[in-house]
C-alpha cells in the first residue's frame, strides 16, 4: 500500500475525495456509486459475505481497516462464490 503524508490526506479529504464503488448483485443488478472514504469504509462494513476488491486487489474483510482509503481510486464488490458438494451432488 503507498504511503501518504498527513498533509495529502487532508488535502484530499477537504476536495471531496471520492471513491468509485461498483457492486455486481445478482438479485438487483450491477450499481456504482461514488462514495466518500468514511462512507466507503461504512458500505463496506455491511458486506461481509462478499468478495472485496480495493484498486483491484482481493482484500479480506478484516483487513479493510489497513487500507488507505486517501488512495484508493476503485473498489468492486461481488458475490462470493461457493462451490463443493451437497448430498452427492455439486453445488453451482
Known amino acids: 500500500m503507498k504511503k501518504i503524508s498527513k498533509k495529502t490526506e487532508q488535502a484530499n ?8 464503488v461498483e457492486v455486481a ?3 438487483h443488478g450491477h450499481q456504482t456509486l461514488m462514495l466518500k472514504p468514511k462512507e466507503t469504509q461504512e458500505y463496506l462494513s455491511t458486506q461481509s459475505d462478499k468478495w472485496i476488491f480495493v484498486d483491484n486487489e482481493f482484500t479480506q474483510i478484516e483487513n479493510l481497516s489497513l487500507v488507505n482509503w486517501n488512495t484508493t481510486d476503485t473498489v468492486r464488490v461481488l458475490p462470493g462464490l461457493v462451490g463443493g458438494m451437497i448430498n452427492n451432488e455439486y453445488r453451482r
Open 13 to 20: 479529504q477537504d476536495e471531496g475525495k471520492l471513491i468509485k
Open 25 to 27: 448483485d445478482p438479485a
